[in-house]
């Protein structure tokens, strides 16, 4: 035999025992965080049409998912809210009302399942009658007028009970304001995690969906990243640090795994990843279509984003992938 064979990468391979010895990433319960949609109501259980299998709650039956949830091992779950158009205006005033029932929920859930971590989301567009992000005038999306907005937001939903909120508008300088708000109010012991690198992708429809909050015009390359670009994800991460992020997130995941090693290899604070709808709709798509294996593309997938860098996870996968992982 030639020298070429001496090294046989194969023998790591020849048995589960030794693949696992070896297995470099590891995905776990612990690193998930599963996006949830609560509407106002009861007895409410709405299917989302693009992402089979999750569901807009009204606040009782959501309760009773938790439980499933957290009997799952997930630790972590970070609420979206579904408003009627009529709730909605241009200056999203409904996303700070104490008594709006976004905000009464994190209260109830914190009350019923004080150990569950629950973040937040912080942007206008669930509330704006523009379905944007920001305020818009004249067509236009003012960045510091929205922060203002941003920032009542961000108090309300400390105040309620988040521990962590996640600034998903991709407004300049909302990191700062939010964190100086919070502490100035003596909520330090509230964290962020930044959506740094947030791109304008395609990626975000079926959430869309499942908030009805698409843009009533343009779209929203002026504040979201462009997706060609590499140094700019560096610049808004390296912001995000300075202003006081606990956590970077990357946005989209999949088409953008390497920016999420880009950031990994770049700062010292944990990277999160969102595994957004429009991936969650295509694996399943193609799963119901028989075409792809969805339990095996999930774990595939879910590994992609931690090997890339990703400490932790925002999937619409959390219960399914737990429910594999449990069965280990
Ligand atoms: C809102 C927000 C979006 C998502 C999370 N927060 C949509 C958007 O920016 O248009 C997308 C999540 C997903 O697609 O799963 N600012």
Known sequence: MSDLNRRRPRRNRKSGAIRDLVQET???????????FVQEGSQQRVEVKSMPGIYRFSLDTLLEELKEVTDLGI??????????????????????KEDTFYLKAITAIKEQFPDLTIMTDIAMDPYSSDGHDGLVENGVILNDATLEILGKMALAQAKAGADILGPSDMMDGRV??????????????????????????AFYGPFRDALESAPKFGDKKTYQMNPANIQEALLEAQLDFEEGADMLMVKPALAYLDIIKLLDQNFNIPIAAYNVSGEYAMVMAAAQNGWLDRDRTMMEVLMSIRRAGAKCILTYFAKDAAKILNEK
């Open 26 to 36: 590891n995905l776990q319960v612990s690193d998930f965080i599963f996006p949830m």
């Open 75 to 96: 630790r972590a779950i970070d609420l979206f809210p579904n408003y009627p158009e009529s709730k909605k205006d241009r200056h999203a005033s409904e996303s700070y």
């Open 176 to 201: 700062g304001y939010i964190r100086d708000l919070l502490d100035e109010a003596g909520q330090t012991d509230v964290s962020i995690m930044s959506y740094s690198a947030k791109y304008a992708s």
